[in-house]
């Protein structure tokens, strides 16, 4: 089955960091860029960072970069999101989602993604 | 606040038809043909229902379609049904270095 499943949410304090990890299973999983995707609590979705299918270029909102770092493990099938210097406005469940092609560009849309995790940054 | 203007919630009755619109600018919306809109569950997935405006993933129902005109957006899903129930948002390719941009989601009622 074709799927993506994301694990790692939590509860963190301001000022933390966590590694949220996502799972993808029946596709090649190195021919397509992934991104990251999350909505706050009673808010729209917000796009945060992509990485193409092999992991050389990679790309970050304004609002996550310089904290928020994207990778990929190909061998294993899975996309990771490490978090740093987490502030409360980070609060949301963060879906991991993939693109249709192995660079994102030209093909401006998510044709999969998972569930979510959830990631609440309090003290 | 949203890049994108979705109305918070439409509704209809099984069988009916509904529009939700989408808003943006000459910098996205407007300027390319590069929308997409997602159906969400709540606790599952959300799935891509149209992408590059007017085009279905196989395997969508063709009650759903998509249009464009200026810088609106429209996801028409025709035939209502309960299972239709759900949140839908559309995004779109901006020019800005964001690269996406999603609306705030509009709350289908199937009533």
């Known amino acids: 089955e074709v799927q993506l499943l994301e694990s790692g949410g939590g509860l963190v304090q301001p000022g933390g960091s966590l590694r949220l990890s996502c799972a993808a299973s029946g596709f090649t999983f190195s021919s397509y860029a992934m991104s990251w995707v999350r909505q706050a609590p009673g808010k729209g979705l917000e796009w945060g960072s992509a990485i193409s299918g092999s992991g050389d270029d990679t790309y970050h909102a304004d609002s996550v970069k310089g904290r928020f770092t994207i990778s990929r493990d190909n061998s294993k099938n899975t996309l990771y999101l490490q978090m740093n210097s987490l502030k409360a406005e980070d609060t949301a469940v963060y879906y991991c989602?993939?693109?249709?092609?192995?660079?994102?560009?030209?093909?401006?849309?998510?044709?999969?993604w998972g569930r979510g995790t959830l990631v609440t940054v309090s003290s | 606040q949203s890049a994108l203007t979705q109305p918070a919630s439409v509704s209809g009755s099984p069988g009916q038809s509904i529009t939700i619109s989408c808003t943006g600018t000459s910098s996205d919306v407007g300027g390319y043909n590069y929308v997409s809109w997602y159906q969400h569950h709540p606790d599952k997935a959300p799935k891509l229902m149209i992408y590059?405006?007017?085009n279905r993933p196989s395997g969508v129902s063709n009650r759903f379609s998509g249009s464009k005109s200026g810088n609106t957006a429209s996801l028409t899903i025709s035939g209502l049904q309960a299972e239709d129930e759900a949140d839908y948002y559309c995004s779109s390719y901006t020019s800005s270095n964001t690269y996406w941009v999603f609306g705030g989601g509009t709350k289908l009622t199937v009533l």
């Open positions: 590059e405006v007017s």
């Open positions: 989602a993939k693109h249709p092609r192995s660079r994102w560009s030209s093909y401006w849309y998510f044709d999969l």
